[in-house]
């Protein structure tokens, strides 16, 4: 069975500094890799996805993730954090290929504060 | 376009009430999904339609019916529903196709149900 760790519940960072989100997960093939942003009160936003070649990828908004299969993880980046960045962070990983719609299993999120 | 509307934003309702929420895309998608959000917690996926046939229950109480007339709309029918299914639902689509493509989920902005 899949499943999404991200060890984070909360992390607070100044803004303009680094950011780094951690997210492992568990799969018996290659994952299907999801980072999504949810803003207080809204849905959620995908920011980048993971499916296959280049295991460092770019997303929207400035984030970056890089995915390294020794370690299982799927860790979310970003150089200058923005006040606007300050929300919940889901790591994601889909049901696979050629299967039918299915489930995609979510971590239990990472509440992000920026500090001005 | 990328956007799922999902209708009203906000609903309060009484336990004896019968309500609707509705979602509707315009992609193309043949893949929707209801979930359930509770405050700081992921998703958890109540239902997927594949070809507007019901593919996944997730052992949802029977308080909760869902119906996909056509491809493009999703409906969820409430009836005698509890305080605790008090959360915010979302929709989401995705392409539901043999390939990666299908994994990507596009979200609706929710909507806020507070069940009295």
């Known amino acids: 069975a899949q499943s999404v760790t991200q060890p984070d519940i909360h992390i607070t960072v100044s803004e303009g500094a680094s950011l780094e989100l951690r997210c492992n997960y568990s799969?018996?093939?290659?994952?299907?890799l999801f980072w999504y942003v949810q803003s207080p009160g809204q849905g959620l936003q995908l920011l980048l996805k993971?499916?296959?070649?280049?295991?460092l990828v770019q997303g929207i908004k400035g984030f970056e993730a890089e995915f390294k299969r020794s370690q299982s993880s799927f860790n979310l980046r970003k150089p200058s954090v923005h006040w606007s960045d300050a929300a919940e962070y889901f790591c994601?990983?889909?049901?696979?290929?050629?299967?039918?719609?299915?489930?995609?299993?979510f971590g239990d999120g990472t509440t992000l504060t920026v500090k001005p | 376009d990328t956007e799922v509307t999902q209708t009203p934003k906000h609903l309060v309702m009484g336990m004896t009430n019968k309500k609707s929420l509705k979602c509707e895309q315009h992609?193309?998608?043949?893949?929707m999904y209801w979930y359930k959000q509770k405050a700081k917690k992921p998703p958890e996926l109540m239902f997927v339609?594949?070809?507007?046939?019901?593919?996944i229950n997730e052992s949802v109480p029977s308080r909760f019916s869902p119906e996909c007339p056509n491809s493009s709309l999703l409906n969820l029918h409430l009836h005698a529903l509890q305080p605790e299914d008090s959360a915010l639902y979302l929709c989401?689509?995705?392409?539901?196709?043999?390939?990666?493509?299908?994994?990507?989920?596009?979200f609706g902005a929710g909507t806020r149900l507070s069940v009295l």
């Open positions: 993971y499916f296959s070649g280049d295991t």
């Open positions: 799969y018996g093939a290659t994952p299907y």
């Open positions: 992609m193309g998608h043949r893949a």
């Open positions: 339609y594949s070809y507007e046939k019901l593919s």
């Open positions: 994601a990983v889909g049901p696979g290929y050629n299967t039918n719609a299915g489930k995609s299993t």
């Open positions: 989401a689509s995705s392409q539901d196709r043999g390939g990666a493509a299908q994994n990507i989920q596009y």
